[in-house]
């Protein structure tokens, strides 16, 4: 078993760049590759980035392309998302979560280890 924390949420202003961090702990998990994923008021859950060292690749939604940052620390057991130029559609719960898998997919219904979520609010 995973166990995940997600940290670093909070009330953010429009165009600030809070980071997220995700503290594993448990089995490894180091082969199957790691996403962040958010869910707003009323709307599904949502893929945001993805990293999988396994790959040595990144993914980004459209939505946050050029904005966030995801990147892992093998040795702490941990992966943070800069967000860079917060904006308001930004605002939601976001959870870190481990795939099925080695590879990045976009369906949240594929990650099989959840933390509890932090959430991120913008103000504007």
């Known amino acids: 078993e995973v166990q995940l924390q997600a940290s670093g949420g909070g009330l953010v202003q429009a165009g600030g760049s809070p980071r997220l961090s995700c503290a594993a702990s448990g089995s490894t998990f180091n082969d199957y590759a790691i996403a962040w994923i958010r869910q707003a008021p009323g709307k599904e859950r949502e893929m945001v980035s993805c990293?999988?060292?396994?790959?040595?690749?990144?993914y980004y939604a459209d939505s946050v392309k050029g904005r966030f940052t995801i990147s892992s620390d093998n040795a702490k057991n941990t992966i943070d998302l800069q967000m860079n130029d917060l904006k308001p559609e930004d605002m939601a719960v976001y959870y870190c979560a481990v795939n099925k898998w080695e590879y990045c997919t976009t369906n949240p219904k594929t990650y099989r280890f959840w933390g509890q979520g932090t959430q991120v609010t913008v103000s504007s």
């Open positions: 990293i999988s060292d396994t790959q040595g690749i990144t």
